[in-house]
């Protein structure tokens, strides 16, 4: 299994502004993700984190909004840029070890409460 | 599109009890299923992943089975206790994404 940490684990912003939240994976991983969990709903998948390459967003979410970066196997971040009042919600990493063919089990981190004001 | 279900949206129960947790989902080319627990204003911990091959999993007092055919899967958990009480998410992998239903949210009374 990978154990995932987050930073910050929570945070309150003003509108307008931009956060930039970290993941760090204790081993490396192949594949990384981040997702979205507004409040009472379930997790979304936002993009998919590529190591050395653009992140692979989901229909929904742009890049100018949620940048991500993933300079190597065990790191990568999350900006959400701009923020609006329905930017809060909970965002969460994701690991996976093995490639898109091989479906391994996927771990989460703690998360990263996200308020808006 | 890929929806997941999960049903009962709540559930209360005396500790000591049997229960079953009911998942599930529209399209059945599925790679695998795996059910999670989340605290209030935690993470996700992973309980257990079915492949798309495979009929059950077992761990501890947690067993889930899939039946692909029907889209559906089950969670059973023997013996609740108090620490159970947790909201327990059901997901499916097709291709890179794991889609999440809203989860069923358990409350086990000592």
């Known amino acids: 299994s990978a154990v995932i940490s987050q930073k910050p684990s929570r945070d309150i912003c003003q509108r307008g502004t931009s956060l930039t939240i970290q993941c760090q994976v204790d081993?490396?991983?192949?594949?990384m993700f981040w997702y979205r969990q507004q409040p009472g709903q379930s997790l979304t998948l936002i993009a998919t984190?590529?190591?050395?390459?653009?992140?692979?967003?989901e229909s929904g979410f742009v890049i100018d909004k949620f940048p991500i970066s993933r300079p190597n196997l065990t790191f990568s971040t999350l900006t959400v840029s701009n923020m609006s009042p329905e930017d809060s919600s909970i965002y969460l990493c994701?690991?996976?070890?093995?490639?898109?063919?091989?479906?391994?089990?996927?771990?989460f981190g703690p998360g990263t409460r996200l308020t808006v004001l | 599109k890929q929806e997941v279900t999960q049903i009962p949206a709540a559930l209360s129960v005396p500790e000591g009890e049997n229960l079953v947790l009911n998942c599930s989902f529209t399209?059945?080319?599925?790679?695998?299923l795996q059910w999670f627990r989340q605290d209030p204003g935690k993470g996700l911990t992973s309980l257990l992943l079915?492949?798309?091959?495979?009929r059950e999993q077992t761990s501890g007092r947690l067993n889930a089975s899939l039946d692909k055919s029907s889209g559906r899967s089950t969670l059973y958990i023997a013996a609740s206790q108090p620490g159970d009480s947790a909201t327990y998410l059901c997901a499916v992998r097709k291709g890179t994404a794991l889609i999440f239903g809203k989860g069923t949210t358990l409350s086990v009374s000592s």
């Open positions: 079915i492949q798309s091959s495979q």
């Open positions: 081993s490396q991983v192949t594949m």
């Open positions: 984190a590529n190591q050395g390459s653009e992140a692979t967003y």
């Open positions: 994701s690991a996976g070890t093995g490639g898109a063919g091989s479906y391994n089990e996927q771990f």
């Open positions: 399209d059945s080319a599925i790679y695998n």
